[in-house]
């Protein structure tokens, strides 16, 4: 057993969620799903601006960092701020230390050419040298049009397509939507209420799942690929794991910490590079799918990049200064909340 880990990599994420922890109430109790991202999080992406786009990127990397994780898939939406946003992340992430995987979640929420909009900032970011895919929100809040353009850009730059399917019951035809396009590089995020099997690697949430009361996505019934992600509530992979087991034994009681462990490793399909970075931690067992899965409290001491260079040190972030990145992204939140 060693304290010594290669880099964890989120699957799924929101960076500029790292804001939203605060929040000030909605202006209605949501009861749904739906409601949920009305009163909260379609306020909250439609608020964002380029500052509060670096600043959450920024805190959001550098809490990942100080957990172990070295590299995010993220999937971003800011219609208010769309071009250039991915470069924004990219380039925070990147002063961090950290690898990130971007994606504009493009829909058609607010009309035809938001979505186009969206879809040229994916094409820009990659055709750019950029790392990522093409984002797309979710089927329901596209049209069928906009779904297919998605699909053969992605094609086009020989990318997938990063997009939430049937997470809520808003969005139970989306198999059937998406059956004809899907390919095996596409990122599925949730799946909670998908009736068909589609190609792909299937993003597990289970925290952001029981917070949003949309049901168990139930990723061991399902033949695909399963990577870990935390659909915006941080990054603290360790963390996600011990609850992504706890809910999968409660479905299944059979079940054993190695398969979520198995879905830590699928993460390095997205940044192989990771598994040659070295996380040192305060657990003696960090190797260990048996001994994390129970042991809460474990903490990244010390983080060494496969190029040698060490960017976390005894729990710090040595390329950037904690506290300035914190009060930084505290004047954002305290922006967007007053947008609010």
Not at 210 to 222: D, I, K, Q, W
Request: a negative charge; aromatic letters at 6%.
């Amino acid at each position: 057993m060693s304290n010594t880990t290669p880099g964890r990599v989120c699957g799924h994420h929101h960076l500029y969620s790292s804001l939203a922890r605060g929040m000030p109430e909605p202006p209605k109790q949501p009861l749904s799903f739906i409601e949920i991202l009305e009163q909260i999080w379609w306020r909250l992406d439609v608020a964002l601006d380029e500052e509060m786009i670096r600043w959450s990127a920024m805190l959001g990397a550098t809490e990942a960092l100080m957990c172990g994780t070295t590299g995010i898939v993220d999937h971003h939406e800011s219609p208010s701020a769309i071009d250039g946003s991915l470069s924004i992340i990219a380039e925070a992430c990147a002063e961090v230390g950290v690898r990130v995987n971007c994606a504009y979640g493009v829909t058609d929420r607010h009309g035809a050419a938001e979505a186009a909009r969206g879809l040229a900032e994916n094409e820009r970011f990659l055709r750019e040298g950029g790392r990522g895919m093409v984002g797309v929100h979710a089927a329901f809040t596209c049209r069928d049009e906009t779904l297919a353009a998605a699909a053969e850009l992605a094609a086009d730059l020989g990318v997938g397509v990063h997009i939430h399917v049937a997470e809520g019951l808003a969005d139970r035809d989306a198999g059937a939507r998406l059956e004809p396009l899907a390919t095996d590089d596409w990122l599925l995020v949730h799946c909670v209420h998908l009736d068909r099997a589609l190609p792909g690697t299937i993003a597990h949430n289970p925290r952001s799942n029981m917070n949003n009361s949309v049901g168990y996505g139930a990723p061991t019934t399902r033949p695909n690929r399963v990577v870990l992600g935390t659909d915006g509530i941080g990054a603290d992979m360790l963390e996600e794991a011990r609850l992504a087991y706890v809910r999968l034994r409660e479905f299944d009681v059979a079940s054993t910490p190695d398969t979520v462990w198995s879905w830590l490793e699928e993460g390095y399909r997205f940044f192989p590079e990771c598994r040659d970075d070295r996380v040192d931690y305060n657990y003696d067992h960090a190797d260990s799918a048996w001994h994390t899965a129970f042991s809460p409290g474990v903490r990244a001491l010390d983080v060494t990049l496969g190029s040698g260079e060490v960017v976390l040190r005894d729990g710090e972030p040595t390329r950037v200064d904690l506290h300035r990145v914190r009060a930084k992204a505290a004047e954002q939140s305290a922006r967007l909340f007053a947008k609010l």
